[in-house]
């Protein structure tokens, strides 16, 4: 095997068919850090997505990258990220949406695309009807 070969291999591992990378930011008050791409188990989200555009998994810290409670600086740089989007390298990540454990953990999807309208078409498609849910999951 040549080494440009084992190179590519050990960088890009074979994925399987149900699963797909995603990319992982983190949001500082003053800085955005990117870590590797994660392997994520395909889902009906990133069947909508398609490969046209891309998941990104968005954690929110403060500067030490622990969980930020109580700190105003990061409360307004989250505001911002979901209100305006997230510039990346001339690209723009949009919130798409956030799970009730992405909560607990500071956590929120992002998609690369070109406008808001189009990741708010997004969420129509995931959820046609959001007036129909009139009461919040018990557990």
Partial sequence: ?????????????????????????????????????????????????????????????DENLNKADDDDNIHVRVEDCLVNGIDLYGRKAFFLCASASQLRDHKAFFVIGESFEEIEEIRKRIIPNPESFTSTAKY
Avoid: C, D, G, H
């Fill in 1 to 61: 095997i040549k080494t440009s070969e084992l190179v590519e291999e050990l960088t890009n591992p074979m994925l399987s068919k149900y699963q797909f990378k995603a990319l992982q930011l983190v949001v500082t008050p003053s800085r955005y850090l990117f870590l590797p791409a994660i392997s994520m188990t395909e889902s009906r989200l990133s069947r909508m997505l398609s490969n046209r555009l891309s998941l990104v998994v968005v954690a929110f810290r």
